[in-house]
């Protein structure tokens, strides 16, 4: 049953910003984010790279790198499947251009990059406030648990943290209330690498 609810950024930011605020790391996760951070952390010239090409900052590409591909650099950007040949999962048939050197060679991660951030138009984001950035990260793996299952903050966010027990869909359409997310949210991710790289961003 679909919850009517907006979705707009305007109506939830404010939200976004409180939830934020009272988000803990689960410390039992803290050796494992930190790990993750480091990864991150090292292959932050790939992801500057990106930033340079499309304005779109480079930790907000890494977290969804390690959501969508665990961090592999031989796998889309879009949905982790690999570079050999275009995406087979949603969405399908990315990117639509041919792979720069070849089908041999297959595509560059940068190639499939810049395109799965396109396709969402983050290259013209003008708000990067951290509300605005988490409302954008929601979208970009689905608004369905706010739409159908309110009761659980999705844990594409918030998975690692406090505000996260239980619930999540296992495949496409697929959903299991007693199903526990194992992966590292968003949220998590993004604690520990603000204090680890100094980043600075606008609240508002």
């Known amino acids: 049953m679909t919850t009517q609810t907006s979705l707009r950024l305007r109506d939830l930011k404010s939200e976004y910003q409180q939830l934020w605020n009272s988000c803990i790391i689960k410390p039992e996760n803290v050796n494992q984010i930190q790990e993750i951070v480091a990864t991150i952390s090292s292959n932050r010239p790939r992801y500057l790279g990106v930033q340079k090409t ?70 013209k984001v003008k708000d990067w406030s951290l509300a605005a950035q988490l409302w ?41 209330g007693e199903a526990v997310s194992t992966q590292t949210g968003v949220v998590a991710l993004l604690k520990i690498l603000i204090r680890e790289e100094n980043l600075q961003i606008n609240i508002a």
């Not at 999962?89 to 070849?102: C, E, L, M, S």
Request: glycine content about 8%; cysteine-free; proline content about 5%.
């Open 54 to 123: 499309i304005n779109v900052p480079w930790y907000f590409i890494a977290v969804i790198h390690n959501m969508e591909s665990t961090l592999k650099f031989t796998r889309h950007l879009h949905n982790g499947d690999s570079l050999k040949k275009r995406t087979v999962n949603i969405p399908v048939a990315r990117p639509a251009q041919a792979p720069i050197n070849g089908w041999q060679v297959g595509y560059t991660w940068e190639e499939s990059a810049i395109d799965a951030l396109t396709l969402k138009d983050f290259d």
């Open 136 to 176: 954008q990260l929601e979208r970009y793996n689905g608004f369905g648990y706010r739409q159908y299952h309110p009761e659980v903050l999705t844990p594409y966010l918030w998975s690692g943290t406090n505000l996260y027990t239980q619930g999540k869909y296992t495949a496409d359409g697929q959903w299991d």
